[in-house]
């Protein structure tokens, strides 16, 4: 198990957004999290990587990791062991698509020059990006910047991706290519966990399916086609 949560309670400040959350993540598996705007997505996925702290937990665990134990100096390591994606993108847009990836390798102990070129066009090759390797942010789509930015989190060879609306500001058709790009990435062992508010999707490309409503966190794959989806969507 990748992550394990058992009764956990998420807050913002002194606002209780999650309660008794039970969510599990397993290699390999293909997970959204929808909900409307506030219903606690964002904030749950915080807690993964330690941005947010969970306020009780009869269990709550991360790539082996205690979360309620967690010391500071130990979240930059299992972090490195996570993707995290964001709706911005959120490249450094001063330097070249091969000096973004080049600077995260540094960052998490790659030295070798050779090493480091080589895994850039790996992870380049992987999400079609190859002959954008020395364009600059601004130079490329929002598309583009978004699987250079899936390029960015599979680096480091991932046991879990976490995507915060990784499709929020792209079109339908680009939308369609990032999340089956996301779902070739889980189908070759690294989970993915996704909040989203593009609910059609769901029937495009099929996963595990978490819903966050009036404080709660519910497994609602066997029947999320059937729910309102205009009421999922609003707000969004």
């Known amino acids: 198990m990748l992550i394990d949560y058992k009764k956990v309670k998420i807050c913002q400040e002194d606002l209780c957004?999650?309660?008794?959350?039970?969510?599990?993540?397993?290699?390999?598996?293909?997970?959204?999290?929808?909900?409307?705007?506030?219903?606690?997505?964002?904030?749950?996925?915080?807690t993964i990587y330690c941005e947010l702290d969970i306020e009780e937990a009869e269990e709550a665990t991360a790539l082996a990791q205690d979360l309620m134990k967690i010391r500071r100096k130990d979240i930059p390591a299992l972090r490195k062991e996570m993707g995290i994606i964001f709706q911005d993108f959120q490249l450094l847009h001063d330097r070249t698509v091969f000096k973004n990836l080049e600077f995260v390798l540094r960052a998490t102990g790659w030295k070798k020059k050779e090493e480091i070129k080589q895994r850039i066009e790996e992870v380049l090759e992987a999400v079609g990006m190859t002959d954008k390797m020395d364009k600059m942010p601004h130079e490329l789509s929002g598309g583009e910047q978004q699987r250079i930015a899936i390029a960015r989190a599979i680096l480091n060879s991932p046991k879990v991706i976490i995507a915060d609306e990784p499709t929020g500001n792209l079109d339908p058709e680009t939308a369609t290519l990032i999340v089956n790009l996301l779902k070739n990435i889980s189908m070759s062992g690294t989970a993915v966990v996704m909040t989203t508010h593009n609910i059609p999707m769901l029937d495009q490309v099929p996963g595990i399916v978490y819903r966050c409503k009036d404080g709660r966190m519910a497994d609602v794959t066997a029947d999320y086609n059937k729910m309102d989806l205009s009421e999922d969507a609003e707000g969004e």
């Open 17 to 46: 957004v999650l309660d008794e959350v039970d969510f599990h993540v397993d290699e390999g598996e293909f997970i959204y999290i929808i909900g409307k705007v506030g219903s606690g997505k964002s904030s749950l996925l915080k």
